[in-house]
Nanobody, 122 residues
Framework: QVQLVESGGGLVQAGGSLRLSCAAS????????MGWYRQAPGKQRELVAR???????NYADSVKGRSTISRDNAKNTVYLQMNSLKSEDTAVYYC????????????????WGQGTQVTVSS
């Protein structure tokens, strides 16, 4: 069973920085895409950034220029460095992985982490 474990959330002042990490483990053949989503109270979950295995990256317009996503394929880990944080970045951040897993037959599935709270105080 694939598991995603996130870390790095917390409380930060506006203008500050945070680095989120997400490690995937268990029953993985390959991870096709890893990414970060967020959900603020009363809002739908939205994409923050995603990165494919070959390094293709997409950012939400709201974080472009302020955030950097990176990936360590050997460790099945994805990182999100967020700078110049704003109060509107406050949300629960979820790690997502599009995985070809070791079930039989091997199956491509979407997995989610448990979420990590990021709170930006103004």
């Amino acid at each position: 069973q694939v598991q995603l474990v996130e870390s790095g959330g917390g409380l930060v002042q506006a203008g500050g920085s945070l680095r989120l990490s997400c490690a995937a483990s268990g029953g993985i053949i390959t991870i096709i895409v890893m990414g970060w989503y967020r959900q603020a109270p009363g809002k739908q979950r939205e994409l923050v950034a995603r990165i494919t295995g070959d390094g293709t990256i997409n950012y939400a317009d709201s974080v472009k220029g302020r955030s950097t996503i990176s990936r360590d394929n050997a460790k099945n880990t994805v990182y999100l460095q967020m700078n110049s944080l704003k109060s509107e970045d406050t949300a629960v951040y979820y790690c997502n992985a599009d995985v070809l897993d070791r079930s039989w037959p091997p199956t491509r599935r979407d997995y989610w982490g448990q979420g990590t709270q990021v709170t930006v105080s103004s």
